[in-house]
T-cell receptor
Framework: GESVGLHLPTLSVQEGDNSIINCAYS??????FIWYKQESGKGPQFIID?????DKRQGQRVTVLLNKTVKHLSLQIAATQPGDSAVYFC???????????????FGTGTRLQVTL | DGGITQSPKYLFRKEGQNVTLSCEQN?????MYWYRQDPGQGLRLIYY???????QKGDIAEGYSVSREKKESFPLTVTSAQKNPTAFYLC?????????????FGPGTRLTVL
């Protein structure tokens, strides 16, 4: 309910360690997924995306894993840095969106805190 | 530089007033979106537009209105009918395609009702 959403799950990681942020998505037919990073008071920033025909995709210091069997998405950040501290959102696109716009459904987010 | 701009950054409104939030993009994107974000929550879709002079309601359109007279502009009006308008409002745009593409976000407008 509303009270749950006010308290974001928080992941605390030491600088230099790897971070794993998890997301359970809702629609088994979703075909496209994105991870966004949002710093306080700013708009979300694209990190990495993955299509449903893949189970892994790597970027610079980040890896996204997709497990369609259990509807689970994860973001791995290697050698976490203080600048990685932010709220991370996963987003999914449902199968019915065949128009021009990409309607995305966002998760509630996870706060990553990097300690020195 | 290409990007999305939103103005103002902070906006204060008295109860019963309508206010309009600006969103402009110079990315040549066809699709544009408005989201609302409440503290500690994810983004909820208010309205979206796939092309000029066309727009559709999102999940929480009640109390809001939009227009899309130009490709680069998608202003959002928060009307007095919106019962709880205090929130962080985010505008986004994406390339036109039938497949998923990332949405680029603006810096947001924080609206507070006094």
């Amino acid at each position: 309910g509303e009270s749950v959403g006010l308290h974001l799950p928080t992941l605390s990681v030491q600088e230099g360690d790897n971070s794993i942020i998890n997301c359970a998505y809702s629609n088994s037919a979703s075909d496209y997924f994105i991870w966004y990073k949002q710093e306080s008071g700013k708009g979300p920033q694209f990190i990495i995306d993955i299509r449903s025909n893949m189970d892994k995709r790597q970027g610079q210091r980040v890896t996204v894993l997709l497990n369609k069997t259990v509807k689970h998405l994860s973001l791995q950040i290697a050698a976490t840095q203080p600048g990685d501290s932010a709220v991370y959102f996963c987003a999914e696109r449902g199968p019915g969106d065949t128009g021009t716009a990409s309607k995305l459904t966002f998760g509630t987010g996870t706060r990553l805190q990097v300690t020195l | 530089d290409g990007g999305i701009t939103q103005s103002p950054k902070y906006l204060f409104r008295k109860e019963g007033q309508n206010v309009t939030l600006s969103c402009e993009q110079n990315l040549n994107h066809d699709a544009m979106y408005w989201y609302r974000q409440d503290p500690g929550q994810g983004l909820r879709l208010i309205y979206y537009s796939q092309i000029v002079n066309d727009f559709q309601k999102g999940d929480i359109a009640e109390g809001y209105s939009v227009s899309r007279e130009k490709k680069e502009s998608f202003p959002l009006t928060v009307t007095s009918a919106q019962k709880n308008p205090t929130a962080f409002y985010l505008c986004a745009s994406s390339i036109a395609s039938g497949r998923g593409n990332e949405q680029f976000f603006g810096p947001g407008t924080r609206l507070t009702v006094l």
